[in-house]
């Protein structure tokens, strides 16, 4: 089922349900398509920055990963909606795909670190798993990155995954979906680091409720303060704004 909320179009349903239609869409061999579990803070960076919002228009299938936004459609549509979290979307989409040894995953990690660490995961509980792990250097040229950028389509992996952070690994997205056919690009985020064990998880009941936010906002202060004092309450005011507006 597909929604609109806040401009954009998701992709809403069960979790195995959408895990199938994606897999489908990638079996179908139909033109790159680029899937985003979508935050609040993803919502603020299309709503707020310009620049970054063009990146978004490359996305084919916005899933929602914030629990707020399950909770809405579940009370709007009055249907049972899973919350397509990052962590669990990609854990399923793995464990789906490990039925199928020839299909080649590429894993993009943002430093070394998290790469080494997913790796270590990956070859644990997928050892059958065709893949291939790097990081993105920090500080690099433009033209540097496009040129790793062209490396990861020449791995041959049908799916990529993403663990950048957004908005960079929405741009990431675009030109990896410019310049290919046929794949499944995942902007993950944080689920590597999740599902790595590298980063402790907030506990289910505080997922399950809303609270995850103040669980990683209490746990990464200096990185996520903005996200959740500022960047993502403003959007919330600036949006009341707009449907007030006579």
């Known amino acids: 089922m597909k929604i609109v909320f806040a401009k954009q179009e998701?992709?809403?349903?069960?979790?195995?349900?959408?895990?199938?239609?994606?897999?489908?869409?990638?079996?179908?061999?139909?033109?790159?398509?680029?899937?985003?579990?979508?935050s609040l803070h993803d919502l603020a960076m299309i709503d707020q920055v310009q620049k970054q919002a063009s990146f978004y228009q490359n996305v084919d299938y916005f899933v929602n990963d914030s629990m707020w936004l399950t909770f809405w459609f579940r009370f709007k549509y009055r249907r049972f909606f899973d919350r397509l979290y990052g962590p669990n979307l990609m854990q399923a989409f793995l464990d789906h795909s490990a039925?199928?040894?020839?299909?080649?995953?590429?894993?993009?990690?943002?430093?070394?670190?998290?790469?080494?660490?997913?790796?270590?995961?990956?070859?644990?509980?997928?050892?059958?798993?065709?893949?291939?792990?790097?990081?993105?250097?920090?500080?690099?040229?433009?033209?540097?990155?496009?040129?790793?950028?062209?490396?990861?389509?020449?791995?041959?992996?049908?799916?990529?995954?993403?663990?950048?952070?957004?908005?960079?690994?929405?741009?990431?997205?675009?030109?990896?979906?410019?310049?290919?056919?046929?794949?499944?690009?995942?902007?993950?985020?944080?689920a590597f680091d999740f599902l790595s064990g590298q980063k402790k998880q907030a506990p289910v009941w505080m997922q399950n409720s809303g609270l995850e936010w103040l669980f990683r906002l209490f746990s990464?202060?200096?990185?996520?303060?903005?996200?959740?004092?500022?960047t993502i309450p403003r959007f919330f005011i600036f949006s009341l704004k707009e449907k007030l507006k006579p």
Do not use: M
């Open 10 to 38: 998701f992709l809403v349903g069960r979790l195995q349900e959408v895990v199938n239609f994606l897999f489908g869409q990638l079996q179908a061999k139909k033109a790159t398509e680029v899937v985003l579990p979508c």
């Open 99 to 190: 039925r199928h040894k020839n299909l080649k995953h590429y894993f993009l990690a943002a430093d070394q670190a998290s790469q080494l660490s997913l790796q270590a995961h990956i070859l644990k509980n997928y050892p059958q798993l065709k893949a291939e792990f790097a990081f993105l250097p920090r500080e690099i040229s433009p033209a540097v990155e496009q040129k790793f950028l062209r490396k990861v389509l020449l791995s041959q992996a049908l799916v990529i995954w993403l663990g950048i952070g957004s908005p960079k690994q929405v741009q990431l997205a675009e030109f990896l979906k410019q310049n290919s056919q046929s794949k499944l690009i995942f902007c993950v985020g944080a």
């Open 220 to 230: 990464e202060p200096k990185r996520l303060w903005k996200r959740y004092l500022v």
